[in-house]
Nanobody, 124 residues
Framework: QLQAFGGGLVQAGGSLRLSCAAS????????VGWFRQAPGKEREFVAA????????VYADYVKGRFTISRDKAKNTVYLQMNILQPGDTAVYYC???????????????????WGQGTLVTVSS
């Protein structure tokens, strides 16, 4: 089971850190991704990390502002979001997939397990 938390209301230019905690499931050999879905829009890729080697992939629209990382001891993945913009407002979901190759990391179909989502609202 994956649980995403850490969302909230923040002003433009501010920061938030989201957490994705896994319980009852090891993240070893997994790929963990963050996706987001804004009202009326399709879910889109944000960032992903391969648990074993730490390889990361980012969507162009968050590069340089967001950082994904993992804490193996806590079985948790983080998404540090800086310089937030109103366009970042969305429900953020974390997901885990196993056996995911690098090129598939931005694809939703590469992920089998999804958390419930946490709402991030950025005011202008």
């Amino acid at each position: 089971q994956l649980q995403a938390f850490g969302g909230g209301l923040v002003q433009a230019g501010g920061s938030l850190r989201l957490s994705c905690a896994a319980s009852g499931r090891t993240l070893s050999n997994s790929c963990v991704g963050w996706f987001r879905q804004a009202p009326g829009k399709e879910r889109e890729f944000v960032a992903a990390i391969r648990w074993s080697f730490g390889n990361t992939v980012y969507a162009d629209y968050v590069k340089g502002r967001f950082t994904i990382s993992r804490d193996k001891a806590k079985n948790t993945v983080y998404l540090q979001m800086n310089i937030l913009q109103p366009g970042d407002t969305a429900v953020y979901y974390c997901a885990a997939g196993y056996g995911t190759i690098l090129s598939m990391m931005p694809q939703m179909r590469a992920y089998d397990y999804w958390g419930q989502g946490t709402l991030v609202t950025v005011s202008s």
